[in-house]
Each structure stands twice: as structure tokens, then as C-alpha cells.
């Protein structure tokens, strides 16, 4: 092989892993706004059924492992049995007990096939609301997976994620 050759696969490789990044940075961005655009009227819907167990039973394959076991069994124990709330009491993928009619991936950024998506809210009135929580996920296997829920600083650092949370929950 001659210099022009190998300068040619150089560049090649350049553009394609620039181009490869992204598609994965698009691809991270569409996979969540996808995933709100389908699960937000779930969540305004008021038939009694919680929207995270519809999504945790329908959309499981995008949940990571972990993720998932716990949801599952946050689900489970979620009411006792004079109808309190033992588990969450707030929607875990919006961060609210009011879901806004509107969530939009405002910004996603990628670090070693880790994605963080800062989902913003619209209320009723077209008023943007800020970020409302940051989805982490994990690419592997050539797809994504939500990997953990950040909510913010809190004074309880138990409080700030929802893998934590869930196993706060758990363990009761």
C-alpha cells in the first residue's frame, strides 16, 4: 500500500467514526422523546392504572436489567392493602405528581456509550418549565436502555436518583 492509500483509509475512518457518534448522540435523542411522546398520554390518562406499570410491562425491553428487577418489584409493593401508598408517590420518568400535557428532550449528551437526556416540561399554558429530570442510558448491544432517572441535588442524596430510591423502597 502507498501513502495515498493509507492517508484515503485514515480519513475514511475519521469521517466514519465522527459520523457513527452522531447517529448515536441522534439516535439516544430520539429514543427518549419517543418513549415520552408514547408514554406522557398514558400518564394523563385517568383510568386508575399507573402509567410506570404500563411502561415497565409494555416497553420493558428498554429498561436496563437492574433498572427493570426494581421497578417490578416498586410495583409490587406500591399499595398495601388499605390503599396508602408504601412505595413512589410521584411519576419516576417525570418527577411529579401533576404530569405536564408536554416533555421534550432539551439537550442529550454522550460519554462512553452513556447518554444523559435533560427532559424539560411544557405546561398547559405553552410555558416552558425547565429541566425536570435527566435520563441516563446505556448503549449496549446496539441499542439503548434506560439505565437511572436523576432528579437533582436533594439534602437526602437517597432522594436524587430513582435507582436509589427503588432500592430505599425495596428493602422495606
Known amino acids: 500500500m502507498n501513502k495515498k492509500h493509507i492517508?484515503?483509509?485514515?480519513?475514511?475512518?475519521?469521517?466514519?467514526?465522527?459520523?457513527?457518534?452522531?447517529?448515536?448522540?441522534?439516535?439516544?435523542?430520539n429514543?427518549?422523546?419517543?418513549?415520552?411522546?408514547?408514554?406522557?398520554?398514558?400518564?394523563?390518562?385517568?383510568s386508575g392504572i399507573l402509567a410506570s406499570n404500563v411502561a415497565i410491562k409494555e416497553?420493558?425491553?428498554?429498561?436496563?436489567?437492574?433498572?427493570?428487577?426494581?421497578?417490578?418489584?416498586?410495583s409490587?409493593?406500591?399499595?398495601?392493602?388499605?390503599?396508602?401508598?408504601?412505595?413512589?408517590?410521584?411519576?419516576?420518568?417525570?418527577?411529579t405528581q401533576d404530569p405536564y400535557p408536554k416533555y421534550n428532550v432539551l439537550k442529550a449528551t454522550i460519554k462512553n456509550d452513556i447518554c444523559f437526556a435533560e427532559i424539560e416540561a411544557m405546561s398547559l399554558s405553552g410555558v416552558w418549565k425547565g429541566v425536570s429530570v435527566v435520563v441516563e442510558l446505556?448503549?449496549?448491544?446496539?441499542?439503548?436502555r434506560f439505565k437511572n432517572f436523576h432528579y437533582g441535588r436533594t439534602k437526602d442524596k437517597a432522594d436524587e436518583n430513582l435507582i436509589d430510591l427503588l432500592k430505599e423502597i425495596v428493602k422495606i
Open 7 to 29: 492517508t484515503l483509509i485514515f480519513i475514511f475512518c475519521i469521517l466514519f467514526s465522527s459520523c457513527k457518534k452522531g447517529k448515536n448522540y441522534n439516535s439516544c435523542q
Open 31 to 46: 429514543f427518549v422523546q419517543n418513549f415520552y411522546d408514547w408514554y406522557v398520554p398514558a400518564t394523563l390518562d385517568e
Open 59 to 74: 416497553k420493558e425491553y428498554k429498561f436496563d436489567p437492574i433498572l427493570l428487577g426494581l421497578l417490578k418489584e416498586e
Open 76 to 95: 409490587k409493593k406500591h399499595f398495601k392493602k388499605n390503599g396508602d401508598i408504601s412505595g413512589l408517590d410521584f411519576d419516576p420518568f417525570l418527577a
Open 138 to 144: 446505556k448503549f449496549n448491544e446496539g441499542e439503548w
